[in-house]
């Protein structure tokens, strides 16, 4: 699959305190978003999340290093004119409707007329504010917002979509309303880029993750392929309320936990079930279950975090 | 190959949008009840003074109508784009298919309008306080209004449009703050250029003669629409007068919209 967003190398640094001494942001950033993903950006608050989506919708130069969106600079009106952007935070013109705010972005998008009308209605159906059309945005929720902003992203029917953090500070209905709008968005085609330090949202929607950390690229792939390189280990289940004598103790047993529906025991990956389960058999253990455990990207990404602070 | 959209769209829709913030914004309306207070003084003039009082009620109309026009020219050149910046809302825009250079004249345009309705009111309200308390009512202050007083009134519009222009470029490496000031002491300089310009020459030190010269060569003339003094005494204005003074603001308004965009390129967005 071809990329659309090729970064190369990216170092962005800023002049900080009297000294002027620069504070380095990005260190040598380089990833790829092939054609019609859904790209989910990780990281901590601090990272270098935001700073790098300034970078790739133009906003802000690099110190060095070279941003595409297909084969064309970023900074470009070209690349642009393909681009939609949702902020972290909407900062919009409060004294203007909904209506007015999209008449006026996709005026700066070169529409008009009977198009940009069509357009209007489209959009705000979509993200269901077709009530709010005349309501001033002073007026307006978060969530609102939050949504009327991705209508002014996808206005101008742009091909990428950045998305900087699009459900930080929405309650769960609102988190799940964004989720649905860029699922469609990813079924008509787009690519969507977005940010978030929520992994929950980055497994539900991407089939692509990067993951930032102190202004490096850490990981980057598949969400499929990341979560393969690691194993859970496998939960064998028995019943009852007691854990044999000692099995925490046994070759590849990982742990062993007494809960309120069973006992659970954790064998480490490549333990021979076959002879675990006939010694937990032969100390009179009933046996309930036995089940892989699924790495969560959670638990990928922590300890990948851990070791990158242990570094 | 998108291009984007050309210059007097965007600048139209930046300019729309400006507007229409300036409007809800209460230091329009704070510079109107000032300059009418300033009117209400000419009113009270009128009382105390033997000149004219249609005489005096034009001269202070006038100068209310310039020094509140200058201030607002002043206030929201530096402000309108800074603002902008401050509020973030100029990210999602910036990251449309449009040029900051065609950004910053929609906001100018967006200002001169704003200037011009206030303008329009001040005007209204110059002409109405000045029928009801001319000697002659209406009918002798409509005796004064003839194509001189239109031109007066024309130029102080300028005149804000200029100083709007020049606190819009201060703005693009400056704070509001720091821009409104430094853009009014532009506003003292250029009031007083030919005053200056007699100090310079006769002063006796070279480098005291070249600083004066080149601070009053660097501003803008605002001598240029100031024609108070020929109004209210009923001079004579030199012929092409009027146009001289345009062409001479458009010559300012473009170098500091050029320069301007420029160093906005250099600006970085929060």
């Not at chain 1, 681009?83 to 705010?101: D, I, S, V, W």
């Not at chain 1, 929950?200 to 392929?225: F, H, N, P, W, Y």
């Given at each position: ?311 | ?34 300059a009418v207070l300033f009117l209400g003084l000419a009113i009270l003039g009128t009382q105390l003074s033997f000149v004219s009082p249609e ?178 005494y009923d001079l004579a204005l030199a012929p092409g007068l009027v146009p001289v003074s345009m062409l001479y603001a458009l010559a300012w ?18």
């Open positions: 699959m071809a990329a659309r967003l090729e970064i190369k190398e990216v170092h962005q640094s800023f002049a900080t305190g009297f000294w002027l001494r620069p504070a380095h942001i990005l260190r040598g950033v380089s990833l790829e978003v092939p054609e019609g993903s859904v790209y989910g950006f990780l990281g901590a608050n601090g990272a270098g999340k935001t700073t790098l989506i300034h970078l790739i919708t133009g906003l802000r130069k690099p110190k060095s290093g070279s941003l595409t969106l297909d084969g064309v600079e970023v900074r470009s009106r070209e690349a642009r004119s393909r681009l939609g952007y949702l902020p972290e935070r909407p900062y919009f013109h409060e004294h203007l409707t909904g209506e007015g705010l999209l008449q006026y972005f996709g005026a700066l998008s070169n529409l008009s007329g009977k198009k940009l009308e069509t357009r209007i209605t489209e959009v705000l159906d979509q993200v269901n504010l077709r009530d709010a059309r005349r309501v001033r945005l002073r007026n307006f929720s978060k969530g609102m917002l939050q949504r009327l902003g991705l209508a002014q992203a996808v206005l101008h029917e742009p091909d990428f979509l950045v998305l900087d953090e699009p459900m930080s500070g929405l309650d769960p209905l609102g988190r799940k309303e964004i989720r649905e709008l860029i699922l469609r968005q990813a079924e008509l085609g787009k690519t969507v880029f977005f940010s978030t330090h929520v992994i929950s949202d980055v497994e539900t929607l991407c089939d692509r993750v990067g993951l930032i950390s102190k202004g490096q690229m850490v990981r980057t792939g598949k969400v499929a392929e990341l979560l393969s390189e690691r194993s859970g280990g496998t939960e064998v289940w028995l019943e009852g309320s007691a854990a044999p004598s000692g099995a925490d103790t046994w070759t590849g047993v990982d742990s062993v936990r007494v809960n309120p529906d069973g006992v659970r025991v954790l064998a480490r990956e490549g333990t021979d079930l076959g002879a675990l389960v006939s010694e937990l058999r032969s100390q009179g253990a009933k046996l309930r279950a036995v089940l892989p455990v699924r790495p969560s990207l959670e638990d990928y990404f922590g300890s990948i975090g851990r070791k990158e602070d242990r570094s | 190959m998108s291009r984007g959209p050309g210059l007097f769209r965007v600048a139209g829709a930046v300019a729309k949008v400006t507007f229409r913030e300036i409007l809800g914004d209460r230091i329009l309306y704070g510079v109107l009840v000032l005489r005096l009620i034009i001269d202070f109309g006038l100068a209310a109508l310039g020094i509140s026009g200058a201030l607002l020219g002043i206030f929201l050149g530096s402000s309108s784009l800074n603002r902008e910046f401050e509020r973030r809302t100029i990210q999602v825009a910036l990251s449309h298919p449009i040029g900051r250079g065609q950004f910053l004249f929609g906001k100018f345009l967006g200002v001169v309008l704003a200037l011009g309705v206030n303008w329009l009111l001040l005007g209204l309200v110059f002409t109405l306080v000045a029928g009801l308390f001319s000697v002659g009512g209406f009918g002798s202050l409509f005796g004064r209004l003839d194509g001189a007083m239109g031109a007066a009134f024309f130029l102080l519009w300028l005149q804000s449009a200029v100083l709007a222009a020049v606190a819009l470029l201060f703005s693009t490496y400056s704070s509001t703050l720091v821009s409104a000031f430094v853009t009014f002491g532009v506003f003292l300089v250029g009031s007083s250029v030919t005053d200056l310009g007699s100090i310079a020459s006769k002063s006796e030190s070279p480098t005291l003669r070249a600083v004066a010269w080149t601070v009053v060569r660097a501003v803008p003339n605002l001598e240029y629409f100031n024609l108070r003094e020929k109004v209210s308004m473009g170098a500091c919209l050029v320069l301007a965009s420029f160093l906005v390129r250099t600006k970085d967005t929060p």
